[in-house]
Each structure stands twice: as C-alpha cells, then as structure tokens.
T-cell receptor, first 114, second 116 residues
Framework: DQQVKQNSPSLSVQEGRISILNCDYT??????FLWYKKYPAEGPTFLIS?????DKNEDGRFTVFLNKSAKHLSLHIVPSQPGDSAVYFC?????????????FGQGTRLTINP | DVKVTQSSRYLVKRTGEKVFLECVQD?????MFWYRQDPGLGLRLIYF???????EKGDIPEGYSVSREKKERFSLILESASTNQTSMYLC???????????????FGPGTRLTVL
C-alpha cells in the first residue's frame, strides 16, 4: 500500500523555466512533509519541508505547496538550473507508537535541458 | 559538517551468505535508520533505532536484523542473503527530535548489494 505516491517517474524541463514536481498521499495522519534530492552515487539530501498546518513554504528558488483537502503537495523550482537535475523524493512524516518515521514516494527524475 | 559513512559502496554476495552492512555517523545522533531503494518503489524503511541497543521494525523487516551496540554505529544483517535482497541500501541518522522543522535525516552514500 503506497501511502505516498509520485506518479511521474521523470520530468524534463528547459533551463530557466519552472519545474513542478507532484506528490499525493493517502494518510491524513501525516503531520509533516519533506522533499529530498538525490544525485547518482550519493545519498538523498534534505531540500525543503512544510508543516501540515501550512499551505506554502518558500526557500530561495524552491517553494512547496500543500493542499490538504486534495492530499496533494508540489515542489516548484524557478528558475530551473542544470544543477537541479536529480531524483526528487517526496516524504511524509507519521507517528507510530511514539516513533516518528518517514514514508517516501517512488521518486521523480528531473532533467534540466540547457 | 555532518557525515554518515557506509562501509562499502558496492558488494557482491552469493545466495545463502551472511551479509553485514555497516553504517557510522559522526554527529552524535540518537536515531539511525536503514532503508532500501528499489526502482518504482522509492525508499522503504527496514529497521530503525532510537538509541543504543534499541531497535524497531520498519515496514519491510523480513529477512533482516540489526545491531546497535554503540551510538555511532548501526549494522544491518542479512542472515541468509537471497536474490530478492539485491538493492541499494541507504543508512540515515537524525538527532532526537526537538522541533518539527529539524526533522530531517542525513543519509549515507548507499551500498549497492548484488546477491547472485
């Protein structure tokens, strides 16, 4: 049962344009959402996060939007740069028996074309 | 600068072998995690540990065990490796949660394990 879904395995965007990565979730108990970025041969690194009580969080070129009624979040990157080419994972936090754990989506491979 | 290291980048083992994957963090983090990453499935949690000598099952613990004898080291053990355990294994650590916005995990570079 995939509780966090990224339905687009890949996305190709021209340099300078906006990249929009999407993520859907099914569990209303998630209280926090995060985006991680992964380059080949490296571990994922934290990019940006948002609390479930917010609908937007912005950090430089990166903005995450949360639509709780639709159980949907998106990551906007503008303007897109070649160094943004990577796999992006959406993650949602849940609390089970007092433990805080992350549930990850399948990932979306973003390619920025010059 | 935070650092999570994993003992091997690539590993090839035979079916039935006992396999040890080691992870070390130098950030004095209490929490440590083991994930596997497979195409189309993302990262799935195998086991995690709140602190030394503590361990909890994740979402896919079958066929795995773990050991946390020291705070900085978290080992994943495949008692009898099988071909369906061929995967990328990622270790992560995180400090004991203080505030929500600090809830990020720091990942190692991963170990690509192939079981023949």
């Amino acid at each position: 049962d995939q509780q966090v879904k990224q339905n687009s395995p890949s996305l190709s965007v021209q340099e300078g344009r906006i990249s929009i990565l999407n993520c859907d979730y099914t569990n209303s108990m998630f209280d926090y959402f995060l985006w991680y970025k992964k380059y080949p041969a490296e571990g994922p690194t934290f990019l940006i996060s948002i609390s479930s009580i917010k609908d937007k969080n912005e950090d430089g070129r990166f903005t995450v939007f949360l639509n709780k009624s639709a159980k949907h979040l998106s990551l906007h990157i503008v303007p897109s740069q070649p160094g943004d080419s990577a796999v992006y994972f959406c993650a949602a936090r849940r609390i089970i028996q007092g433990a805080q754990k992350l549930v990850f989506g399948q990932g979306t491979r973003l390619t920025i074309n010059p | 600068d935070v650092k999570v290291t994993q003992s091997s980048r690539y590993l090839v083992k035979r079916t039935g072998e006992k396999v040890f994957l080691e992870c070390v963090q130098d950030m004095d983090h209490e929490n440590m995690f083991w994930y596997r990453q497979d195409p189309g499935l993302g990262l799935r949690l195998i086991y995690f540990s709140y602190d030394v000598k503590m361990k909890e099952k994740g979402d896919i613990p079958e066929g795995y065990s773990v050991s946390r004898e020291k705070k900085e080291r978290f080992s994943l053990i495949l008692e009898s490796a099988s071909t369906n355990q061929t995967s990328m294994y990622l270790c992560a650590s995180r400090p004991r949660l203080v505030r929500s916005y600090t809830d990020t995990q720091y990942f190692g570079p991963g170990t690509r394990l192939t079981v023949l």
